[in-house]
Nanobody, 114 residues
Framework: QVQLVESGGGLVQPGGSLKLSCAAS????????MYWVRQAPGKGLEWVST???????FYADSVRGRFRISRDNIKNTLYLEMNRLKSEDTGVYYC????????RGKGTQVTVSS
């Protein structure tokens, strides 16, 4: 049974940074395509980033150059390092098995506000 547990969100000022974590069980992150998606208030799910099992990194245009996806194979954990945060980055962030958000956890809230 796949379980994904996101953490690391919080309130941050514009221009600040956060690092999100996604602890995985029931799968091996090093051999699974892993995704971050987010949901802004009142909007649908939006794909943010993908990490291929071969290490390829993919980013939405809105976050490219500011966010970095990575993983720790020993901890079986996926990360999303977010820098130069903007108000439009506010939302609930989920890790998932595809862009549609399948098997996502409860998410972690990120609020970017002064």
């Amino acid at each position: 049974q796949v379980q994904l547990v996101e953490s690391g969100g919080g309130l941050v000022q514009p221009g600040g940074s956060l690092k999100l974590s996604c602890a995985a069980s029931g799968l091996t992150v090093s051999t699974t395509w892993m995704y971050w998606v987010r949901q802004a208030p009142g909007k649908g799910l939006e794909w943010v980033s993908t990490l291929g099992y071969g290490g390829g990194e993919f980013y939405a245009d809105s976050v490219r150059g500011r966010f970095r996806i990575s993983r720790d194979n020993i901890k079986n954990t996926l990360y999303l390092e977010m820098n130069r945060l903007k108000s439009e980055d506010t939302g609930v962030y989920y890790c998932a098995l595809n862009e549609e958000g399948d098997s996502r956890g409860k998410g972690t809230q990120v609020t970017v506000s002064s």
